[in-house]
């Protein structure tokens, strides 16, 4: 938590916080999520959520490398954002296409999403079958928006 404290000390704070109502507590909180590179001019792949309101975005890869990274569109109905990166022999993953998909085949994602808390770069991995293409799912009742399109 990081606090912002008229008195120059975190000493007095306790004693005078209720005497200045303008007084607040401002809490930073870090977001984390996966993506990958898809070209070799440092352009990634992520989710809209992830990098959504972000002030700052860092993209740590699995070889310890870091970099700074800015957001050059998103789109929040689909989910997806991409973000640029300046760097050298990125690791670039190879994009195929849903249109050769087929219900029944396995699929699989990695990704590392809690890897920052853990202080780890390994990814997790999950496995599953995908059972349906073309999909268009409803995203909540509070949202009303519907994710097009989709595979499941």
């Given at each position: 938590?990081?606090?912002?404290?008229p008195?120059?000390?975190?000493?007095?704070?306790?004693?005078?916080?209720?005497?200045?109502?303008?007084?607040?507590?401002?809490?930073?909180?870090?977001?984390?999520?996966?993506?990958f590179?898809?070209?070799?001019?440092?352009?990634?792949?992520?989710?809209?959520?992830?990098?959504?309101?972000?002030?700052?975005?860092?993209?740590?890869?699995?070889?310890?490398?870091?970099?700074?990274?800015?957001?050059l569109?998103s789109?929040?109905?689909?989910?997806?954002?991409?973000?640029?990166?300046?760097?050298?022999?990125?690791?670039?993953?190879?994009?195929?296409?849903?249109?050769?998909?087929?219900?029944?085949?396995?699929?699989?994602?990695?990704?590392?999403?809690?890897?920052?808390?853990?202080?780890?770069?390994?990814?997790?991995?999950?496995?599953?079958?995908?059972?349906?293409?073309?999909?268009?799912?409803k995203?909540?009742?509070?949202?009303?928006?519907?994710?097009?399109?989709?595979?499941q």
């Open positions: 938590m990081v606090q912002s404290t008195f120059g000390s975190e000493f007095f704070e306790p004693f005078f916080r209720d005497m200045i109502p303008s007084y607040r507590y401002r809490e930073q909180i870090p977001g984390m999520g996966s993506g590179i898809i070209s070799p001019k440092g352009y990634v792949l992520t989710n809209e959520h992830v990098v959504s309101g972000a002030e700052k975005i860092t993209v740590i890869l699995a070889d310890g490398r870091s970099f700074t990274g800015k957001v569109g789109h929040p109905q689909y989910d997806v954002a991409i973000v640029k990166i300046e760097g050298e022999n990125l690791p670039v993953a190879p994009l195929g296409s849903s249109s050769d998909l087929m219900v029944g085949e396995w699929a699989i994602a990695i990704g590392n999403p809690f890897g920052f808390l853990l202080n780890d770069t390994q990814p997790t991995v999950t496995a599953g079958v995908i059972s349906a293409t073309a999909r268009d799912i995203a909540g009742s509070s949202s009303g928006g519907i994710y097009k399109n989709m595979i």
